[in-house]
């Protein structure tokens, strides 16, 4: 333990008491079914999967594995709702429908918060302040988008598509399925969506929230399932639109698999985010940025600063200052609100982290942890920082997704911007200066599509998302992002 | 019976047009352009997959300097580009109707060719205003959201309309500062070269627009492959070729822009939807405080 007054030391003397969330008021299921038609009904060759605790590896619950008929009777039962009730409907009362759901998310939260901790690792503070709030303000924002959509788009005719297909991965459960269904439901569609195989709880419990708010049967189906199911429903030929948020790797086979289809499509992929810091940042603010950038949901994030760019001169300083509070990061059960890294999602994820932890030092770079203890079970990743790395290493141009950060410095301006922009990915990126008009230099010419300066990580459902170059295709949130759902006519 | 004293007319040798240069194919191969009764109009340069690389690389370079620039120059430089076209209107009047136009729509085209650029030499410093917002976000920061021009982009220019087709495609992309590479209409390619003499005597700064000829079944896989190309227009009808596209654009996520069905000739053919097409939404936070 540190004796060195200059140190942030928080646990030296003072020890965090466990501070758990109370899970009492939760209730799981032994087994889930497939929402469709408005109704739970078992899945046509009766095959269930495990969901589990990543944090204890125990089993939660056991959810329906689609199959391409589960995934044909959900589009029809979409397609039904659609032609039936849901286009037909007066747009402002469609828009009812979606602040029912905002309302009933926030009744809900705690609940929800819980569940979502349980099912993906992360902690209960990120769920309860972050994911869920945020979940039930997308339903809010686009519910009062519904009868307004004919303002957003000058000099246009806006029209719904059809069936959306929708398939989100699993940093994000909750808030993934309201960023696909919110939009799409505002601008008239209806969906298909189907969670993550290793966090489908939170959107099997937004499935009972929609038969709560009474939506008509089959304007919402989530189905539960591994890659075929997702397949299934991007390769379904009544399906009008695809919404898939998850790796580049993933998106360049729908992108193919959907060619010639004339089916719309937004991809939100992967990201190496460099988040630059220059000699005259507020160096303690941007230690914080660092932090928040690449530890943030344990890494799990896709537009995370998975890359720090630090100027020279204050590379010394920012290196000893974030080791130091990486020392204070708590590592550990989810459930409790001290908790600032929770677990890594899945054995398979941790498996791939781990890889990538040796191929970093392979390649030559300095790998650092830091010392805190980790549960016995569940999954789990110290914070790791990589120093001496080269542009050329792969742990600075692939995505990890986990706590890993890939830290390189550079001199001037133009070397900063040179080795940020210097990667097939552009979803975002973080800028750190007190100057007003290097903040838009950098902005203006980091190809990325969501930039920080001197802040990162933060999202809003009026705040438009997405990607530059392999980072995906579209924009979700915002005004932005009504036209994936939407035909325009002159 | 031509006299002594009669003049021998000058032919114009068809060239491509990359970096702002004008040189032949550096594959050497040519093609006979040929007009209806089959007599050789013109010798067109069948450009090369290493004529596309080449051009790929010079619109890269020209990137920065072109979406930098202010939306007034590059408005003023296509209003530019309109001036030189209507200069040379009796050329291209000419050339479209070597090619098989009647006189008549020969004029019609090079006309409505002309209003069309003026048209988006206007849009140049309005789009970002109408496609622009601030974001209303709950928490202390500002929050605003721009276009920003997509990249490199590769044009397949339609192949029926030579002209009018051509430039309603070109000028959506530039507008919004991206550089292009564009393919000629195969069957009607000498337009396009002399456009791009247009292009160069109105200083648009080389690279910004590169033009090629040659044969579509060679170079469309090129076009919708090459990594360091962000967004690929096409107007191809044929179903097989647009999946073909599809596929290979996947390889590195190219925006995928499909013009197929499109009457060049008409005014709603003309809007700022086609320049956000190839335009990115950025976002920039940053907090609120002291």
Same mark, same amino acid.
């Given at each position: 333990?540190?004796?060195?007054?200059?140190?942030?030391?928080?646990?030296?003397?003072?020890?965090?008491?466990?501070?758990?969330?109370?899970?009492?008021?939760?209730?799981?299921?032994?087994?889930?079914?497939?929402?469709?038609?408005?109704?739970?009904?078992?899945?046509?060759?009766?095959?269930?999967?495990?969901?589990?605790?990543?944090?204890?590896?125990?089993?939660?619950?056991?959810?329906?594995?689609?199959?391409?008929?589960?995934? %044909?009777?959900?589009?029809?039962?979409?397609?039904?709702?659609?032609?039936?009730?849901?286009?037909?409907?007066?747009?402002?009362?469609?828009?009812?429908?979606?602040?029912?759901?905002?309302?009933?998310?926030?009744?809900?939260?705690?609940?929800?918060?819980?569940?979502?901790?349980?099912?993906?690792?992360?902690?209960?503070?990120?769920? +309860?302040?972050?994911?869920?709030?945020?979940?039930?303000?997308?339903?809010?924002?686009?519910?009062?988008?519904?009868?307004?959509?004919?303002?957003?788009? =000058?000099? +246009?005719?806006?029209?719904?598509?059809?069936?959306?297909?929708?398939?989100?991965?699993?940093?994000?459960?909750?808030?993934?399925?309201?960023?696909?269904?919110?939009?799409?439901?505002?601008?008239?569609?209806?969906?298909?969506?189907?969670?993550?195989?290793?966090?489908?709880?939170?959107?099997?419990?937004?499935?009972?929230?929609?038969?709560?708010?009474?939506?008509?049967?089959?304007?919402?189906?989530?189905?539960?399932?591994?890659?075929?199911?997702?397949?299934?429903?991007?390769?379904?030929?009544?399906?009008?639109?695809?919404?898939?948020?998850?790796?580049?790797?993933?998106? #360049?086979?729908?992108? #193919?698999?959907?060619?010639?289809?004339?089916?719309?499509?937004?991809?939100?992929?992967?990201?190496?985010?460099?988040?630059?810091?220059?000699?005259?940042?507020?160096?303690?603010?941007?230690?914080?940025?660092?932090?928040?950038?690449?530890?943030?949901?344990?890494?799990?994030?896709?537009?995370?600063?998975?890359?720090?760019?630090?100027?020279?001169?204050?590379?010394?300083?920012?290196?000893?200052?974030?080791?130091? +509070?990486?020392?204070?990061?708590?590592?550990? %059960?989810?459930?409790?609100?001290?908790?600032?890294?929770?677990?890594?999602?899945?054995?398979?994820?941790?498996?791939?982290?781990?890889?990538?932890?040796?191929?970093? +030092?392979?390649?030559?770079?300095?790998?650092?942890?830091?010392?805190?203890?980790?549960?016995?079970?569940?999954?789990?990743?110290?914070?790791?920082?990589?120093?001496?790395?080269?542009?050329?290493?792969?742990?600075? /141009?692939?995505?990890?997704?986990?706590?890993?950060?890939?830290?390189?410095?550079?001199?001037?301006?133009?070397?900063?911007?040179?080795?940020?922009?210097?990667? =097939?990915?552009?979803?975002?990126?973080?800028?750190?200066?007190?100057?007003?008009?290097?903040?838009?230099?950098?902005?203006?010419?980091?190809?990325?599509?969501?930039?920080?300066?001197?802040?990162?990580?933060?999202?809003?459902?009026?705040?438009?998302?997405?990607?530059?170059?392999?980072?995906?295709?579209?924009?979700?949130?915002?005004?932005?992002?009504?036209?994936?759902?939407?035909?325009?006519?002159? | 019976?031509?006299?002594?004293?009669?003049?021998?007319?000058?032919?114009?040798?068809?060239?491509?047009?990359?970096?702002?240069?004008?040189?032949?194919?550096?594959?050497?191969?040519?093609?006979?352009?040929?007009?209806?009764?089959?007599?050789?109009?013109?010798?067109?340069?069948?450009?090369?997959?290493?004529?596309?690389?080449?051009?790929?690389?010079?619109?890269?370079?020209?990137?920065?300097?072109?979406?930098?620039?202010?939306?007034?120059?590059?408005?003023?430089?296509?209003?530019?580009?309109?001036?030189?076209?209507?200069?040379?209107?009796?050329?291209?009047?000419?050339?479209?109707?070597?090619?098989?136009?009647?006189?008549?729509?020969?004029?019609?085209?090079?006309?409505?060719?002309?209003?069309?650029?003026?048209?988006?030499?206007?849009?140049?410093?309005?789009?970002?205003?109408?496609?622009?917002?601030?974001?209303?976000?709950?928490?202390?920061?500002?929050?605003?959201?721009?276009?920003?021009?997509?990249?490199?982009?590769?044009?397949?220019?339609?192949?029926?309309?030579?002209?009018?087709?051509?430039?309603?495609?070109?000028?959506?992309?530039?507008?919004?500062?991206?550089?292009?590479?564009?393919?000629?209409?195969?069957?009607?390619?000498?337009?396009?070269?002399?456009?791009?003499?247009?292009?160069?005597?109105?200083?648009?700064?080389?690279?910004?627009?590169?033009?090629?000829?040659?044969?579509?079944?060679?170079?469309?896989? /090129?076009?919708?492959?090459?990594?360091?190309?962000?967004?690929?227009?096409?107007?191809?009808?044929?179903?097989?070729?647009?999946?073909?596209?599809?596929?290979?654009?996947?390889?590195?996520?190219?925006?995928?822009?499909?013009?197929?069905?499109?009457?060049?000739?008409?005014?709603?053919?003309?809007?700022?939807?086609?320049?956000?097409?190839?335009?990115?939404?950025?976002?920039?936070?940053?907090?609120?405080?002291?």
């Amino acid at each position: 333990m540190s004796t060195d007054p200059s140190k942030l030391a928080f646990n030296a003397g003072w020890q965090y008491a466990p501070a758990p969330e109370s899970t009492d008021h939760v209730t799981i299921d032994e087994q889930y079914d497939l929402f469709i038609g408005g109704e739970f009904s078992p899945p046509g060759e009766g095959r269930y999967f495990e969901t589990i605790n990543p944090a204890t590896e125990e089993r939660l619950s056991s959810v329906a594995l689609a199959g391409e008929a589960d995934v %044909d009777r959900a589009v029809k039962a979409a397609r039904k709702a659609y032609a039936g009730p849901w286009s037909k409907m007066k747009a402002a009362e469609r828009g009812k429908y979606i602040f029912r759901i905002a309302r009933i998310l926030q009744e809900r939260a705690r609940e929800f918060s819980v569940v979502e901790s349980l099912d993906g690792g992360k902690p209960i503070r990120e769920s +309860r302040d972050i994911d869920i709030p945020l979940a039930a303000a997308h339903f809010f924002y686009y519910a009062g988008w519904a009868d307004k959509l004919e303002y957003a788009f =000058p000099g +246009r005719r806006p029209h719904s598509l059809g069936v959306a297909g929708q398939v989100i991965p699993w940093n994000f459960p909750l808030l993934m399925a309201a960023w696909k269904i919110a939009p799409a439901l505002a601008c008239g569609n209806t969906v298909v969506l189907k969670p993550a195989e290793t966090t489908p709880l939170t959107a099997l419990k937004l499935a009972e929230v929609i038969q709560e708010a009474d939506l008509p049967p089959g304007v919402v189906n989530i189905i539960t399932g591994a890659g075929d199911t997702g397949a299934a429903i991007v390769n379904h030929p009544d399906v009008d639109k695809i919404a898939f948020t998850g790796s580049t790797e993933v998106g #360049r086979i729908i992108q #193919r698999s959907l060619a010639g289809t004339g089916k719309k499509y937004t991809l939100e992929l992967g990201g190496k985010a460099a988040n630059i810091i220059f000699a005259d940042a507020a160096i303690d603010q941007a230690v914080e940025g660092i932090v928040n950038g690449i530890f943030f949901n344990q890494g799990h994030v896709c537009c995370a600063g998975s890359r720090l760019l630090v100027q020279e001169s204050v590379a010394d300083e920012v290196i000893t200052k974030l080791k130091d +509070r990486m020392e204070t990061l708590i590592v550990g %059960d989810p459930l409790d609100k001290n908790t600032d890294i929770g677990a890594i999602n899945s054995a398979e994820q941790l498996d791939t982290i781990r890889s990538y932890l040796s191929i970093g +030092r392979e390649e030559g770079a300095e790998m650092y942890q830091s010392s805190c203890e980790v549960p016995d079970t569940g999954y789990w990743c110290r914070p790791t920082i990589f120093t001496g790395v080269s542009q050329s290493n792969r742990i600075v /141009q692939e995505e990890i997704f986990g706590p890993v950060l890939a830290i390189q410095t550079f001199r001037t301006l133009e070397e900063g911007l040179t080795k940020a922009n210097n990667t =097939p990915y552009g979803l975002s990126g973080g800028v750190w200066t007190d100057k007003g008009a290097k903040i838009f230099k950098m902005t203006q010419n980091i190809r990325a599509g969501v930039i920080w300066a001197n802040t990162f990580n933060k999202f809003d459902p009026t705040s438009p998302f997405g990607g530059y170059k392999e980072s995906g295709v579209g924009r979700e949130g915002g005004l932005h992002g009504l036209d994936a759902y939407l035909r325009l006519e002159s | 019976m031509a006299g002594s004293t009669s003049r021998v007319p000058v032919e114009k040798t068809y060239k491509i047009y990359i970096d702002g240069k004008f040189p032949r194919t550096e594959s050497g191969r040519f093609f006979p352009l040929e007009d209806s009764d089959g007599e050789v109009i013109a010798n067109i340069c069948r450009g090369s997959r290493k004529d596309f690389r080449n051009s790929v690389v010079a619109a890269r370079k020209a990137f920065p300097g072109w979406s930098s620039a202010s939306a007034y120059l590059r408005g003023q430089i296509i209003y530019r580009i309109a001036e030189m076209l209507e200069g040379r209107r009796e050329q291209f009047i000419a050339e479209l109707h070597l090619q098989g136009l009647s006189k008549r729509r020969a004029k019609k085209e090079v006309d409505a060719t002309i209003d069309r650029l003026i048209y988006y030499a206007g849009w140049s410093d309005k789009y970002q205003q109408v496609f622009s917002a601030v974001n209303p976000v709950s928490s202390s920061h500002f929050n605003f959201s721009v276009m920003e021009a997509t990249g490199v982009v590769s044009v397949l220019a339609p192949n029926e309309s030579s002209l009018l087709g051509l430039v309603s495609n070109i000028v959506p992309a530039i507008v919004g500062g991206n550089t292009c590479v564009v393919l000629a209409s195969e069957e009607m390619p000498l337009c396009a070269v002399s456009f791009a003499e247009v292009l160069h005597a109105a200083d648009v700064p080389g690279g910004v627009v590169n033009i090629l000829t040659g044969y579509r079944e060679e170079l469309t896989g /090129q076009f919708a492959s090459h990594m360091d190309v962000n967004a690929i227009i096409y107007c191809d009808s044929d179903t097989d070729v647009a999946k073909e596209i599809e596929i290979s654009a996947a390889d590195n996520i190219k925006r995928v822009v499909n013009r197929t069905n499109t009457d060049w000739a008409q005014e709603k053919s003309q809007n700022p939807y086609l320049i956000k097409e190839t335009q990115e939404t950025k976002t920039t936070w940053h907090p609120i405080g002291s």
